[in-house]
């Protein structure tokens, strides 16, 4: 049983183009969190959400919305994609904001912009 | 000056060995210390979780903070093939959030 699960595992698409990834956690967390690693491997938060409100928007550009339809799910969709938007996207959860130091990733989604 | 550096390596040593892995950071206020490990195309997990100073052991691994000196360290004893992986920092402030360091890769030889 997979944890944290997050489709599609790879994404190529072309420079302005929509996408969106889509995440599902089963371990009954109640705040889920989108996080982006670039080339160098450094990962950063872009978002996150605790019981389907959203409680960090770390200026991400508004070409980027989250949606929670429930507190098990968050997908990203992202509009006119960039080269720069190139990434590794990583859903995560943690049992709530105050355990957000025990995060659990999902596998992430490679997302390459052509 | 980035709040949390790392060398990202690579770093490879051969099987048994003790590894040691450490970070360095500016923010004094940073109060929890983790460990999270990431396997190739994998996402990261959670390996040690420390709060405040002091060390922490969980069976081959061992979580040292040092805030005096702001910096962090993980060893590993009785390296095995299978801790090959990349090794991310993280830390955060109380009600903050966790910010990464770049991740060292170590790469342990048979």
């Known amino acids: 049983d997979t944890a944290v699960s997050q489709t599609p595992k790879y994404l190529v698409t072309q420079m302005g183009n929509d996408k969106s990834i889509k995440c599902e956690q089963n371990?009954?967390?109640?705040?889920m969190y989108w996080y982006k690693q670039d080339s160098k491997k450094f990962l950063k938060i872009m978002f996150s959400?605790?019981?389907?409100?959203?409680?960090i928007n770390e200026t991400v550009p508004n070409r980027f919305s989250p949606k929670s339809p429930d507190k098990a799910h968050l997908n990203l969709h992202i509009n006119s994609l960039e080269l720069g938007d190139s990434a590794v996207y990583f859903c995560?959860?943690?049992?709530?904001?105050?355990?957000?130091?025990?995060?659990?990733f999902g596998s992430g989604t490679q997302l390459s912009v052509l | 000056q980035k709040e949390v550096e790392q060398d990202p390596g690579p770093l490879s040593v051969p099987e048994g060995a003790i590894v040691s892995l450490n970070c360095t950071y500016s923010n004094s206020a940073f109060q929890y210390f983790m460990w999270y490990r990431q396997y190739s195309r994998k996402g990261p997990e959670l390996l040690m979780y420390t709060y405040s100073s002091g060390n922490k052991e969980d069976g081959r691994f061992t979580a040292q903070v040092d805030k005096s000196s702001k910096y962090i360290s993980l060893f590993i004893r009785d390296s095995q093939p299978s801790d090959s992986a990349t090794y991310l920092c993280a830390m955060s402030e109380r009600a903050q959030k966790l910010v990464f360091g770049q991740g060292t890769r170590l790469t342990i030889n048979p």
């Open positions: 371990l009954g967390h109640d705040t």
């Open positions: 995560a959860s943690s049992q709530d904001y105050a355990q957000r130091e025990k995060l659990f």
């Open positions: 959400y605790n019981n389907k409100e959203l409680i």
